[in-house]
């Protein structure tokens, strides 16, 4: 895919992305991805708030189906379980520079083959340059959300640590790309699962979700 240099993607970042894993069920050796149908709802909901055209999540949920069937010879073939990663991504790809509604788009996807491994974080906390302002983008998976928090995260890995956890005014947000959660047990000596508000600062991801529909099965 070619686009202009001019492309207003490029310079003003009206793009935005959806990422979805997908495994392989040993058992049928069918690819399965987890709740993929909300994950096009919120990609269409990125969309709709950078004023892109939108799209039939049905019909874009088949496209990518036709594509993890087409690559999945490319599951890791290791010990440890194979996964592919999918990236959706919707971008202006208007020649004429110019803040403005785009008129032309693209969509594309791509599958990046990788392992599933699961180990423990260590997380620096900061509360500089912040994508969970109120009245912000938080909610959205918009392209420009990430990029000014790139120092920030460079910084934790240079000192020893995996990623940022972003406060705001003290309150805990959520991490670089990831909801966080903590199970304690307060004065009463119950059990609580707390996860920041959904209150427009953070992405209300589906894992997130996920873990708030089996809270009383996990507590």
């Not at 001019?6 to 990422?19: K, M, N, P, Q, V």
């Not at 990046?112 to 109120?134: E, M, Y």
Request: contains cysteine.
């Amino acid at each position: 895919m070619k686009i202009a240099i001019t492309a207003t993607s490029l310079h003003y970042g009206i793009s935005c992305f959806e990422g979805l894993n997908i495994v392989q069920n040993k058992e049928t050796g069918k690819n399965q991805a987890f709740r993929a149908q909300e994950h096009m709802n919120q990609f269409l909901d990125s969309t709709n708030h950078i004023d892109m055209p939108t799209f039939d999540t049905q019909e874009l949920l088949g496209c990518v189906k036709q594509l993890s069937l087409m690559d999945k010879d490319w599951f890791p073939n290791l010990n440890d379980p194979g996964q592919f990663y999918m990236r959706i991504a919707h971008i202006s790809t208007d020649r004429m520079m110019g803040v403005k509604t785009p008129s032309s788009t693209k969509i594309f996807a791509m599958l990046n083959p990788t392992t599933l491994r699961h180990k423990s974080l260590s997380v620096k906390c900061s509360d500089g340059v912040n994508k969970n302002w109120p009245l912000g983008h938080g909610q959205y998976t918009l392209s420009g959300n990430l990029g000014p928090l790139v120092p920030y995260v460079s910084d934790a890995k240079v000192n020893g640590f995996d990623d940022v956890l972003w406060l705001l005014d003290d309150f805990i947000q959520e991490m670089t790309i990831l909801n966080v959660f903590f199970v304690i047990q307060n004065r009463y000596g119950e059990v609580e699962l707390i996860t920041p508000r959904d209150n427009g600062c953070i992405q209300p991801g589906n894992i997130r979700n996920s873990i708030l529909d089996l809270e009383d099965q996990i507590i």
